[in-house]
């Protein structure tokens, strides 16, 4: 039996939402949304269920993740309800439910935490340098063990348990009887989606915005290639040293933009940026910039005098890694490819 709960829209503000309670159940939203069908009232469901405080209905759907905010429903609200901001602060509340740590809920609902969290990390990497003599071999050699150390560990220990509690909210609590065979069959949705997110395409006036975060996701993948697997602060392969300028000057020039379209507020989607979304952005920003600042310093031989500048990028990749990409907005990029990979399988189930 489903359980009332008014005061979830309360809750629902400490990550990010508004005035949920001034919605008047017109439709609207779900007239003008391109998600919308005969079967499925889009995101208008979603809003009811977080008016009445439907929690354990709202954490077993993969409806929020099926957003990708054109803010079109935000933008023809006679009310201001900003159901598309409510979408993406469901999202927020669905990763802190998955995260069996309980930090994603923290870091979502206080910044300062967050800031906390990140001077934390700060200190201690300037700490790790200072044992370490500020010696730039010692430094670039610990920071690629990092790397693939935080790869690895983030993964096994954070997100695949977190994806594994995902599935069980979505799959085996909503009782979908799934053959093991179809599991497999789905997997190219999970591909497609993780390094295309086509579904943006379903927007309306949504193709630059999906051309820019495409070219993001390649250039965030290839620099992570080439700087953890093919060693690029440390090799002498012409050809790896080119990818990584390449894929460095990509991602900062990219979120560049993204920064200044959060600073212009033009786009529905950069209105009411929360926290995360501003740290998300400027973090991969700054390590793009600082990446390719530190490996033009090697090729000039000026970064033994200029130590500073790596230990500035490794404050950046440790924040990002031990705190963005386990608990921030990062996330919502890998969530966002299973819940269409699970949609997928459901769908197949029926």
């Known amino acids: ?39 499925n009232s889009f995101p208008r469901k979603m809003i009811r269920y977080s008016v009445l405080g439907l929690e354990e209905e709202i954490e077993v759907s993969l409806e929020p993740w099926l957003c990708y905010y054109c803010g079109e429903c935000s933008a023809t609200c006679p009310r201001q309800a900003e159901p598309g901001e409510l979408m993406m602060s469901l999202r927020r509340w669905l990763t802190a439910k998955y995260d069996w740590t309980g930090l994603s809920g923290l870091l979502y609902r206080s910044l300062s935490a967050s800031l906390s969290a990140f001077i934390l990390l700060a200190v201690a990497v300037i700490a790790f340098a200072y044992r370490q003599d500020f010696d730039p071999g010692r430094l670039l050699h610990y920071g690629h063990y990092f790397e693939m150390i935080a790869i690895a560990g983030v993964f096994a220990v954070i997100l695949l348990p977190n994806l594994i509690r995902m599935w069980y909210m979505t799959i085996i609590k909503t009782k979908t009887k799934v053959p093991a065979g179809n599991y497999f069959k789905a997997l190219g949705e999970l591909f497609v989606h993780m390094f295309t997110q086509k579904r943006a395409l379903g927007c309306d006036d949504n193709q630059v915005r999906w051309f820019e975060h495409f070219i993001l996701v ?49 786009e529905e989607v950069s209105k009411h940026a929360h926290p995360s979304d501003w740290f998300f952005v400027i973090w991969l920003f700054l390590m793009g910039l600082t990446a390719f600042f530190v490996r033009l310093f090697i090729d000039l031989d000026l970064l033994d005098g200029n130590i500073w500048l790596y230990i500035v990028h490794l404050i950046i990749l440790v924040q990002w890694a031990l705190i963005i990409v386990p608990f921030g907005k990062w996330t919502h990029f890998l969530y966002r490819s299973f819940a269409m990979y699970f949609q997928k399988v459901k769908e197949s189930a029926k």
Do not use: H, Q
């Not at 809750?11 to 609207?28: E, I, M, Q, T």
């Not at 080439?226 to 440390?234: E, G, H, S, Y």
């Not at 002498?236 to 993204?258: D, H, K, P, R």
């Open 1 to 39: 039996m489903a359980r009332i709960n008014p005061e979830f829209t309360n809750k629902l503000k400490s990550y990010g939402a508004f005035d949920v309670n001034a919605c008047y159940n017109c439709g609207n939203c779900t007239a003008v949304c391109a998600l919308s069908d005969e079967n």
């Open 218 to 266: 390649i250039g965030y993948l290839t620099l992570l290639f080439t700087t953890v697997f093919l060693d690029w602060f440390a090799s002498g392969s012409s050809f790896v040293i080119a990818a990584g300028y390449i894929e460095s000057a990509v991602i900062f020039t990219i979120t560049f933009i993204f920064v200044l379209s959060r600073f212009n507020k033009k």
